[in-house]
């Protein structure tokens, strides 16, 4: 009661976020093991205290899902310890850019959080991913053109004679990552400016989606309404003639009016058979750029820049024997340092060699003779929280069809087994029921986002899951 009246005149320095969160590090630090620490909780930084509920900035979604699946109990002891019995956790996912440092300030800028009030409201989604930056985006011999022209765009778009920008090589070798990059420097520069990322998958979608409700002219006049349209793995239009009779009319209007239109393909232009001719002379206007495999250097260049991201240190002769045992892209070699983590977290162990050769072994041999479908069920079941068996019977409930789904789908992308074997596994159904599932797995993914990253998260899930 005294303290009550007290505050009225006089409120006591309450304690912060940061301390909040300082005292729970301490906590956990004494109860998990060192890598754990560094891996999982020291890249968490505090983000604000509202009453009693702190929240916390967090890389991504897949360190929400690791730290309630292994450390859920220890987080609630801790939390009750420090914040008392009312205490509560809220995770809010940030964004890379910004330092340490930036992020602990007793004021954070928080102008990447995702939840960042200061953010222009735009009347549409630019799905951007904000962790896609040139910052993070190593330069290398086999990106040198492809990134310098990448640069050049998202400094002037529209204004160089790259337009359009088309970006061509294998998986994994970074295409995504330096398209995301040109859209977000753009809007760095420029709040106001429109741009937005599609793949070209989910423009064909949207496209059908305009035909059948009678709104092309909605959907073409947004497209034609952008400063810079940003189109990912154009090559799946080819042999979709009315989506690219479209998107050439679009192209025309944005590039007539000196808008930036940026490409990316697993193939040169001239090489996309199936692409309408007067598409592909409209991609030889602009500036083709290809993407190589990383030469050994720039292997262990990423690896040490991720390496540092994650937070763990790894001996020079650990670095070079991952780059020169991953070598083809570099998908595999951000997947091989992320199951060094999990595996050297969940054993407890330190990350030696033995472990790291192990870890190789498993990420460069075929990933798909070892996954099986039991696995995949049990992965997502305990995902959704849904018993097993009632994947195998004929419920109906909202949540067991779209888990059966998912494994269905799932399934279908990570293991060998036909339509036929897949079905049996799920109660004896038929392969058409398969092939259902997995298009509407695949419609859900590219119309939410939401969905294709718990679908990410989930892979990572059973992969790591594999030994
Ligand atoms: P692609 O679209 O060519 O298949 P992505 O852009 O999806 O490849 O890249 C795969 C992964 O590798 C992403 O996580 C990306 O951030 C990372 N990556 C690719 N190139 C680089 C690079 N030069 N520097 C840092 N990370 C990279
Ligand atoms: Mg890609």
Redesign the pocket.
């Known amino acids: 009661m005294q303290n009550a009246a007290l505050n009225l005149q006089n409120p006591p320095l309450e304690k912060n976020a940061k301390d909040l969160w300082k005292e729970c590090l301490s906590l956990i630090k004494e109860n998990v093991p060192f890598i754990t620490y560094n891996t999982w909780f020291l890249p968490i930084k505090p983000f604000e205290l509202e009453n009693s509920t702190l929240k916390i900035y967090v890389p991504n979604n897949f360190f929400i899902e690791w730290i309630e699946e292994h450390y859920n109990t220890l987080i609630n002891k801790t939390v009750s310890q420090v914040l008392g019995d009312s205490g509560r956790l809220v995770y809010v996912i940030y964004e890379e850019k910004e330092t340490a440092e930036e992020q602990t300030k007793e004021t954070p800028s928080i102008g990447n959080a995702t939840t960042a009030p200061q953010i222009i409201k735009r009347d549409y989604e630019t799905y951007l991913n904000p962790r896609?930056t040139f910052e993070?985006?190593?330069?290398?011999e086999g990106?040198q053109l492809a990134r310098a022209a990448a640069m050049a765009v998202g400094d002037s778009p529209g204004q160089t004679s790259f337009n359009p920008l088309f970006i061509y090589?294998?998986?994994?070798?970074?295409?995504?990552?330096?398209i995301h990059a040109i859209g977000n420097k753009i809007l760095e520069k420029d709040q106001n400016k429109r741009v937005i990322y599609i793949s070209s998958d989910a423009f064909t979608v949207e496209f059908v989606e305009a035909i059948q409700s009678n709104t092309l002219n909605e959907f073409s006049g947004f497209y034609k309404s952008m400063d810079a349209l940003i189109i990912?793995d154009i090559q799946f239009l080819v042999g979709k003639e009315k989506t690219q009779d479209l998107f050439f009319q679009i192209f025309n209007t944005l590039h007539q009016s000196g808008k930036q239109v940026i490409l990316?393909s697993d193939k040169p232009p001239k090489d996309l058979r199936g692409l309408n001719e007067r598409l592909i002379s409209r991609f030889s206007w602009g500036l083709s750029a290809d993407?190589q495999p990383?030469d050994f250097e720039?292997r262990v260049a990423?690896l040490k820049?991720?390496s540092e991201v994650y937070g763990i240190n790894l001996s020079r002769e650990i670095v070079e024997y991952i780059a020169q045992n991953i070598s083809s892209n570099?998908?595999e070699l951000?997947g091989c340092l992320i199951k060094l983590l999990a595996n050297s977290s969940l054993n407890s162990k330190e990350i030696d060699f033995e472990l790291v050769k192990k870890t190789v072994r498993e990420v460069s041999t075929n990933k798909q003779v070892n996954i099986s479908v039991e696995l995949i069920t049990k992965v997502v079941c305990e995902y959704f929280g849904v018993e097993e068996n009632k994947l195998r019977e004929k419920n109906r409930k909202k949540e067991v069809v779209l888990a059966r789904q998912v494994a269905m789908y799932l399934s279908k992308q990570l293991t060998k087994s036909s339509l036929k074997t897949i079905g049996l596994h799920f109660g004896g159904r038929d392969h058409s029921t398969v092939i259902h599932s997995q298009t509407s797995i695949e419609e859900l993914a590219l119309k939410d986002p939401k969905m294709k990253e718990i679908l990410d998260s989930l892979k990572t899930k059973i992969e790591i899951s594999v030994t």
């Open positions: 896609y993070n985006f190593i330069k290398g990106n090589g294998g998986v994994g070798l970074g295409k995504t990552h330096l990912d990316s993407i990383p720039t990423i820049n991720k570099i998908r951000e």
